[in-house]
């Protein structure tokens, strides 16, 4: 002889499993939420590491100018700068240089940024990866109390 709760235990079978697909759901947008932010900020470190590596190619640009300067004014003392090729060929040099430095900066922020880029982008997928998995298992769960429900039901 069945209960007085006999009766409501179907209603019971059947609203745990929505709640349960509820906060499935829920739990599957949150992890979404979650990897944009994630996501965002990967983002905006590689923004910042832009302007670091910026940052660094001002300051060698500097460094250089600050050089010549204190090499022209060095070898001025004893020679006729315009015409000493020496010195021309030794601040060509330097021109050279300076610029493979600014070419490895650029290139290695170029690869720093896109690193930030892919795994902000891998981020995302994941969170809308996750968020299609708790949808799957809403569903699993929201046919399970069905079959719960048929189940006590009868």
Do not use: W
């Amino acid at each position: 002889m069945p209960g007085p709760f006999a009766a409501f235990l179907p209603y019971l079978v059947a609203g745990s499993s929505a709640v349960s697909a509820l906060g499935q759901l829920q739990a599957g947008r949150a992890q979404r939420l979650a990897s944009e932010l994630t996501a965002f900020r990967t983002e905006t470190e590689g923004e910042l590491n832009k302007a670091m590596a910026s940052q660094r190619a001002n300051a060698r640009r500097e460094e250089y100018n600050q050089a010549t300067a204190a090499n022209i004014a060095a070898f001025s003392i004893n020679r006729d700068i315009g015409s000493d090729r020496s010195v021309e060929a030794f601040l060509n040099r330097q021109k050279e240089i300076v610029a493979q430095d600014l070419g490895r900066l650029d290139t290695q922020a170029a690869f720093e940024s896109a690193k930030y880029k892919a795994a902000a982008a891998a981020e995302i997928r994941r969170g809308k990866n996750v968020q299609r998995a708790s949808l799957f298992s809403a569903i699993g769960t929201l046919g399970s109390g069905a079959y719960q429900y048929d189940q006590v039901r009868t």
